[in-house]
């Protein structure tokens, strides 16, 4: 294979995550792929009197930051953006930002449904937007956000991804894999559902226009420019902006019947199809239908992920401990196993705070006993998430009429051995994990598309499969086990 040179083309991609930021560059040749990071910043909510927000501005400046970073490793050809989905800018008449945008782990939005749902039932939703719901849905959160003068001012409302692209370039629109997590998006023709949007009273304005992956986005503003060394007029390309749509383009799957576990913050599990699925009986198992690359669907249910682990070590952080996940894992190798099960889905672990008292608190009141030590919690964590993957990927597979092969295990959670190995045990299928830089590589091979550099989905995940570190996990032990642990965790919450 020919190795990569200063001369290949250079993409840069803005990566933020819940917890962080970075900026990535690509370097992309016929047979080879190498990402390097080259700023990485704290993504870090703030919480003020009217509920907890986005530090947006901190955030931009950070990718500001990356951005001349990469300006000096050499020429950059285009600039893509991913974030997390759901959240939103309002922009006045001005275009000017109206207010910090609000987090989605904020409580206003635990009783909002109930105003949307008085107007539009949840069948007649789905039907149209095929989406989960998840109390923190764009759709919900506008409900708490109408009764605020912010809202009166409104002209323009921009998801995260878009607004970020906005400022970098002053050009207006919505990117359609991030737009489709609003359930203002109709799942079957792929636009803005003029009728939804209607029944709620909403402004038709308020949304810009659609952008696929791969669109020109337009190009630097001056003063971004000046300030990141970036010359003027260097594009900034339409990606995949919700990060697991981006995830799942670099999925370095070859085979039909393959399965997808984007695991972070978020577990997002389920299956890449051509069509969504809208029946009822999908609607009542809570599987959403949200928009992937060339119109494909992404057919998967959110399920707690990585978060349940992260929150208990910030607790034992804050209670003087400094326990490393190194550690951590080891111990959880060596807990009993099954001595605990908790379902991930359970709202209870869905806000910032004392994770491992929760876990208690669940525990207890389904006749268990809590973990005796760290290592036990791990492992309570860890085979609940991988019963979880198993039950959300068994019924999207009913739901779908499709036959399972293999699952994908990408993003972060895929260096995590424990959870590869018992995923594969619990489900009783073979694990591929990998790339655990899932997202910023989908940034980057799709900006490589547009510009031409690669041709369509199957062969940047073959370009991924050939360029990547990939691990390989059989199912082991006693499948007998786990469909015990699996009955105690029971069915997934709706």
Do not use: K
Not at 166 to 182: C, F, H, K, P
Request: negative net charge.
């Amino acid at each position: 294979m020919s190795a990569t040179s200063r001369h290949d083309p250079v993409f840069a991609a803005v990566d933020l995550g819940a917890t962080s930021g970075r900026v990535i560059t690509g370097r992309v040749s016929p047979d080879e792929l190498v990402l390097t990071e080259v700023h990485r910043f704290a993504n870090t909510p703030v919480r003020l009197p009217d509920g907890l927000r986005w530090d947006v501005l901190s955030l931009y400046q950070g990718m500001l930051d990356g951005l001349r970073a990469a300006a000096r490793s050499g020429p950059v050809t285009s600039v893509g953006i991913d974030t997390w989905a759901v959240d939103y800018g309002l922009l006045d008449s001005d275009g000017a930002l109206l207010g910090l945008p609000f987090h989605y782990r904020d409580g206003r939005n635990a009783s909002a449904s109930d105003a949307v749902l008085a107007v539009c039932g949840a069948q007649e939703l789905y039907a149209v937007s095929g989406l989960q719901h998840l109390p923190f849905n764009t759709v919900f959160q506008l409900a708490a956000h109408r009764s605020t003068a912010q809202w009166e001012a409104a002209r323009t409302l921009l998801l995260m991804p878009d607004l970020l692209v906005y400022w970098l370039t002053g050009t207006v629109g919505a990117e359609v894999t991030n737009a489709s997590t609003t359930g203002l998006f109709d799942a079957r023709t792929g636009t803005w559902s003029d009728a939804l949007i209607g029944r709620l009273g909403l402004e038709r304005s308020l949304f810009p226009p659609l952008r696929e992956p791969g669109d020109p986005a337009g190009t630097l503003l001056p003063h971004v420019s000046e300030f990141t060394g970036l010359p003027a007029g260097t594009p900034v390309t339409a990606v995949a902006s919700h990060d697991t749509a981006s995830a799942v383009a670099a999925v370095p799957a070859s085979e039909p019947g393959f399965a997808y576990v984007s695991c972070g913050t978020w577990s997002l599990a389920g299956l890449e199809l051509d069509a969504p699925v809208l029946s009822e009986e999908s609607r009542a198992a809570n599987f959403t239908n949200e928009r992937g690359v060339d119109g494909t669907v992404r057919y998967l249910r959110n399920i707690m992920g990585m978060w349940l682990l992260e929150e208990c070590r910030r607790t034992w952080e804050r209670e003087g401990g400094s326990p490393s996940l190194a550690g951590l894992l080891a111990d959880a190798a060596r807990a009993r196993p099954f001595a605990a099960v908790i379902d991930p889905d359970d709202p209870v672990f869905l806000a910032p705070g004392d994770m491992p008292s929760r876990i208690d608190a669940v525990l207890t009141g389904t006749g268990q006993a809590p973990p005796d030590g760290p290592g036990g919690y791990v492992r309570c964590v860890l085979e609940s998430l991988a019963l979880a993957h198993r039950r959300t990927l068994r019924r999207a597979a009913q739901l779908a009429g499709r036959e399972l092969s293999r699952i994908h295990l990408v993003g972060g959670g895929s260096r995590n051995e424990l959870l590869c190995q018992w995923t594969a045990d619990a489900t009783g299928l073979p694990v591929t994990a990998g790339p655990a830089e899932a997202t910023a590589l989908g940034n980057v091979l799709l900006q490589a598309r547009a510009h031409g550099l690669v041709g369509g989905t199957a062969d940047t995940r073959r370009l991924v499969a050939r360029t990547q570190e990939l691990r390989h996990y059989t199912p082991q032990g006693d499948p007998g086990a786990w469909d015990r642990a699996a009955d105690r965790l029971g069915p997934a919450r709706v």
